[in-house]
């Protein structure tokens, strides 16, 4: 998650999950572990959470709104169908991916540590993560626009 509040500098806040192919093993962050990614962010940032989020089976079910209205410090905005220019994570991963080419024949323990790697070190550098939220043209620091 990249939060964002003007006055203050962005913020990056992540978990991985590493699937290794076990069988009936999840491959993504369940509703829980997105929860406890969001509460976890509230605590950082110790501000109102407004949300933007795609339209990601885990973020939009029923368990995961259930979530959502227990906590009156969060509100959700969901995204349309197939919006990746707006959601500033996408510019990140690919920023990530970038940094990450050519290297499909590591093994899987020396790539995760490298994503966690990249992913440190923009949690301490605010301006390419600025970058990826005005990507989006959602930017809080942005100018109203013109009539």
Same mark, same amino acid.
């Given at each position: ?27 993504? @962050? ?7 990614l ?10 109102l ?5 795609d ?22 905005f969901?995204?349309?169908?197939y919006?990746?220019? @707006? ?8 920023h990530?991916?970038?940094? @990450?080419?050519?290297l499909?024949?590591m093994a ?14 923009l949690?301490?550098?605010?301006h ?9 043209g959602?930017?809080?620091? @942005? ?5």
């Open positions: 998650m990249i939060a964002s509040r003007p006055g203050s500098r962005t913020r990056l806040c992540h978990r991985l999950r590493l699937h290794i192919g076990r069988k009936g093993e999840r491959r993504s @962050l369940s509703e829980d572990d997105c929860i406890r969001i509460d976890g962010m509230h605590q950082l940032v110790k501000a959470i407004v949300l933007v989020w339209r990601l089976n885990t973020h939009v079910s029923h368990t995961m709104r259930e979530l959502i209205e227990a906590r009156e410090w969060l509100t959700v969901i995204l349309s169908s919006a990746p220019e @707006l959601n500033a994570v996408e510019y990140l991963w690919a990530v991916k970038r940094s @990450l080419a050519n499909g024949s899987f323990d020396r790539i995760e540590s490298l994503v966690r790697n990249r992913l440190k070190r949690q301490y550098r605010p390419p993560l600025d970058g990826f939220v005005a990507g989006t959602l930017s809080p620091d @942005l100018p109203p626009p013109s009539p």
